[in-house]
């Protein structure tokens, strides 16, 4: 394995290479959306978003702005590709995300002046709860919850049968860790055991709900590590990870 190593990271660092030259003047043939070419249109920002993300940070930002730049040119395209920015980079599922990038998207849709107010005010709320809770940084919860010591953190809807699902298939994952559920919804408290359940409030100011069961780890510091994976696969992204 030791040999092998470097050749893995040679690999890793020519993918996100040819990301970055792939990234130069991608938009060169324009942005503009319209009813006959949207299907083309979509597949092509698809396209963007996939570079963007194995991308380094630097090139990554600059083809951000030149999207956005020629976005300016084209109002009813910006909305479109407003919409599309959003799935792809601060949606939970999406397999882009990235609070990065998103992030700087937040920062042009203010400073471009073409959203409204309020939609801008959105995004940037949704940015700023993508910082929240990611890797190294200490765990942001809810106001009087806190753990004595490594916990595994679930996030689950009282009303969901997969979220009630999970506490079973997370039962016997980390046995080092406190598990605590991090309950919403109308539902009775489950009986599985070997978790602490609690009904914060503040939970919709913290966490992306309508993502749940999500989970992910803090150690005995109070700092959120990588997220575990149960099928013992890599995280996709370095973010609260959906089961």
């Known amino acids: 394995m030791r040999r092998l190593f470097p050749y893995i990271v040679l690999a890793l660092l020519l993918a996100a290479c040819t990301a970055g030259g792939r990234l130069r003047d991608y938009w060169k043939d324009g942005i503009s959306v319209t009813e ?19 991308a380094p940070s630097g090139q990554a930002a600059e083809a951000l702005d030149d999207l ?59 940015a700023a709860q993508d910082q929240l809770n990611r890797p190294g940084s200490k765990c942001t919860l809810p106001e009087g919850v806190s753990a004595s010591g ?23 994952e ?18 599985v055991p070997g978790w602490t359940y609690l009904k914060p409030d503040g939970m919709n100011d913290i966490f992306e709900l309508e993502a749940a069961p999500f989970w992910f780890l803090t150690d005995a510091d109070g700092t959120v590590q990588i997220p575990y994976s149960a099928e013992g696969e890599a995280p996709q992204f370095a973010t609260p990870q959906t089961l």
């Open 36 to 54: 006959e070419n949207y299907p083309q249109a979509e597949e092509r920002f698809a396209r963007f978003a996939e570079l963007m993300v194995a």
């Open 174 to 191: 980390l046995p080092e860790a406190e598990h605590i559920a991090l309950c919403f919804g109308w539902g009775p408290t489950p009986d």
């Open 150 to 172: 490594a916990a595994l953190w679930l996030v689950l809807n009282l009303d969901c049968r997969t979220c009630l699902q999970s506490l079973a298939a997370m039962a016997g």
């Open 68 to 126: 956005f730049d020629k976005m300016k040119e084209d109002e009813v395209s910006y909305y479109i590709y407003s919409d599309w920015i959003e799935s792809a980079f601060h949606n939970y599922f999406s397999p882009c995300r990235n609070p990065d990038i998103f992030g700087k998207a937040a920062e042009r849709f203010a400073e471009d002046g073409i959203l409204n107010i309020e939609t801008v005010e959105r995004l940037q709320a949704l």
